[in-house]
């Protein structure tokens, strides 16, 4: 598996417009994004630093992972995303590496990505997100 650079990191919040003054204010980055993703029942707002985007992500229901997470950790850092060329071809390499996956498939995400998760008990704790640009 490639990774080319880290394409974001996703935190955990409860709020999006409590949270983003302290990144556009405090640390005088921009909110270019702000995005629903209706099947994954999340709000998410993007800061760009660098090569590297910062994803907020807000529960629109109580059902979702992100509602779950806060509920049991609070809020904070929830995934680092991994850029990579291909996320299908990834995932059946990760698999084949006895990691164990959460995504089979490359499936639609934020900020036009197509993305996969990989399970934090097969990667040191961490959740993992691999992505790449959807195909239009």
Known sequence: MKTTHIEHIGIAVKSIDTSKSYYEEVLGMECYAVEEVPDQKVKTAFF???????????ATSEESTIAKFIEKR??????????VDNV?????????????????????????????????????????????????
């Open 48 to 58: 760009k630093i660098g090569q590297t985007k910062i994803e907020l992500l807000e």
């Open 74 to 83: 609070g809020e904070g850092i929830h995934h680092i995303a991994y850029a």
């Open 88 to 136: 299908a071809e990834c995932l059946k390499e990760a698999e084949a590496k006895g990691i164990q996956l959460i995504d089979k498939t490359p499936r639609k995400g934020a900020d036009g990505l197509s993305i996969a998760f990989l399970h934090p008990k097969a990667t040191g704790g961490v959740l993992t997100e691999l992505c790449q640009p959807a195909e239009k």
